[in-house]
């Protein structure tokens, strides 16, 4: 790439190296604007004669076209790219989803010295017409071999952000205390009906049970068998473990246990497991407060169809100190 001051009158085409203002401060053309024949009409009639300019060298690649082939290479699923000014490109979800993140690869791409690119955090719901990710280039042009290098990685990696949609939000939630199952009713319902209607869910079946493993697992068939999103198990009570009640009420049922322990606070004593593809969650006293908790970082996955693993838990310790 190379600058250079020219004719007004030769400047169609090429691309401004600064902003060029009217007097008094007012922005007339925008550095990296690409000068058409009604810019050079403008000009002229602004009384410039000559124009500083850039113009790409063999070998080189234009921001816009550079950044618009990485967000096309870098995402899939619920997802429109917009071309921004200066050599940048938004991603915008074009409906409600969850914001799948492969972070080794983000960082990755990010060291290289083309371009650059900024996300929402992996889970996070967003909703249409929100921004998921933007795309920034090196001022004017990249080299055509950084850019190459970028898309080959991108095509042996796959995407580095998928805009997952949530469609069915139907959830299942079983009220569960040692006493009487509609005392943890009393005190969560409210709550968790607003957690939920942040995320465009709605409680869809719920049962009340005593504390109790026969209990607890026939109530988890009854709603097992409805074929939810998630069933979320809001107990009154905090396991020790798998081997309390409520996952032996999980085993029992055909549940596997993914992943008891979340490096989230609060939310520490989360349970998850999965009966075939449905997820089952427990997560004693977050009901009990509309504040973030791991419910906030789980639900949004889940009510996107995406089985999260236990070690995709287990990596929420770095952000999840949430309160």
Known sequence: MRALTIDVKESAGRILCCTIFRPGGRKLLAKGHVLSDEDVRLLETEGMGQVWVTELEDGEIGEDDAVMTVAGAMCCGSVEIRLAAGGRANLIATESCCALIDDELLKQI???????????PNFRYVRAGERLATI?????????????????????????????????????????????????????ENILRTRLEHFDATVRYALSSVEDEDQVSRALGHLLRAKPSVILVASTTAPAGPEDVIGRAMTKVGAHIERFLAPVEPGNLMLMGYKNEVPIISAPCCY??????????????????????????ACLGHGGLLG
């Not at 990010?110 to 929402?120: E, G, L, M």
């Not at 990249?142 to 469609?167: C, D, F, T, Y």
């Open 110 to 120: 990010n060291c290289t010295s083309s371009v650059v690119i900024a996300t929402v």
């Open 136 to 188: 920034k280039s090196a001022p004017f042009a990249v080299a055509q071999a950084q850019l190459e290098a970028v898309l080959s990685i991108l095509n042996e990696r796959g995407p580095i952000l998928q805009a997952r949609p949530i469609r069915d939000g139907g959830v299942a939630v079983l009220f569960s205390d040692p006493v009487h199952g509609d005392r943890a009713r009393t005190l969560f």
């Open 288 to 313: 009990r407060s509309a504040k973030a908790n791991v419910l906030d970082l789980l639900l949004p996955p889940v009510l996107a169809k995406y089985r999260i693993s236990g070690w995709e838990i």
